[in-house]
């Protein structure tokens, strides 16, 4: 298992005002996982029971529009995903989330989230991982220029640069890949 505890306590940290010991109980409640790349983790029309901490390789969500695969977020280490609205409303996915590469992480069940709650009104911090990701926002904003969005992944999640390729990436930001290569010569 590739997990360094100080990475992971931070990740928790910016969730929440936690002590070591609240830390540990956490992790104690998360199972560690390897899946392959191409691994689905939840399908299209799935519930999502589960929150996962993503600690090597590299995780995307995508809804298929007619043969089309398009990003809806990309993931790389030491982030938190899930798909909030099936796992919040416990109704079935519209999208789906697979493994780019082979990968390692830790899955918490909404069920173990629950009895951590029931332990500790602290844990009621640990709901602002659902909270949908406000820069993913600016991403879908039509408002928002293709040199904005690209600026915006640039300074918020540059590691997705190294990782998926440029097609991911304009899917993601919602460009065309003309557009992103455009947009990267400018820069």
């Given at each position: 298992m ?89 109704k ?66 540059p ?13 993601y ?15």
């Amino acid at each position: 298992m590739n997990l360094d505890l100080k990475i992971f306590a931070k990740s928790i940290q910016n969730i929440g005002t936690f002590s070591l010991q609240e830390i540990e109980q956490i992790f104690e409640y998360c199972t560690f996982r390897k899946v392959t790349k191409n691994e689905i983790l939840l399908k299209e029309g799935e519930i999502c029971k589960s929150l996962y901490f993503l600690l090597s390789g590299a995780i995307y969500q995508y809804r298929v529009n007619d043969i089309d695969e398009n990003a809806i977020n990309l993931h790389t280490e030491n982030q938190w995903f899930l798909n909030n609205s099936s796992f919040i409303s416990q109704k079935p996915s519209t999208e789906t989330i697979k493994a780019f590469l082979n990968s390692e992480l830790l899955e918490m069940t909404v069920y173990s989230l629950h009895k951590l709650i029931e332990l500790s009104p602290v844990y009621y911090q640990f709901a602002r991982v659902l909270e949908p990701n406000t820069q993913i926002k600016k991403y879908f904003d039509h408002k928002t220029s293709p040199i904005e969005k690209y600026k915006s992944l640039l300074r918020y999640n540059p590691e997705i640069l190294k990782v998926f390729p440029l097609k991911y990436i304009a899917s993601y930001l919602q460009i065309t890949p003309e557009t992103l290569s455009r947009v990267r010569g400018k820069l």
